[in-house]
């Protein structure tokens, strides 16, 4: 039967003791999380401070064309822009995805060596 208390600093559930086998699962579980975590806050950072460039250039583009005297001006900086826009835009997908590839691979080789150190350790249990 569970205490009931008014400490905030007291869970509100049973107390489970977790064994010595489940430690490492489940400190690697936390990992991962972080992990993605980490990955997907390095993406918003990227995409923030791809937008920023962006919407910089779209001021820089509209204060060319006022600026402009002709028509035929304002027009091959229209073009000059929507080019580089699309430019743009498809190198920073292909960096995100290379960010993405590195970070997964990052995962990916950690997850594999705690699993590996999970198995020796189990294989020493056993064998004790």
């Keep these: 039967m569970l205490d009931k208390t008014t400490d905030p600093l007291v ?4 107390w489970w003791p977790i064994g010595v086998d489940a430690r490492l699962p489940l400190l690697s579980a936390g990992r991962l999380q972080a992990a993605i975590l980490q990955a997907f806050l390095r993406q918003q950072i990227e995409i923030s401070a791809f937008m920023q460039r962006r919407a ?3 001021l820089q583009l509209w204060e060319d064309v006022l600026a402009s005297d002709y ?4 027009f091959d900086l229209y073009c000059g822009f929507w080019r580089d826009t699309f430019l743009d835009y498809s190198d920073e997908a292909d960096r995100l995805a ?3 590839t590195l970070l997964a691979a990052r995962t990916a080789r ?3 060596k705690e699993q590996e150190i ?3 350790e189990m294989a020493t249990q056993m064998v004790m």
């Design 98 to 100: 290379r960010i993405a």
């Design 71 to 74: 028509a035929r001006d304002g």
């Design 118 to 120: 999970l198995t020796d």
């Design 56 to 58: 910089d250039q779209h």
């Design 11 to 14: 869970p509100p559930l049973p």
């Design 110 to 112: 950690s997850v594999c």
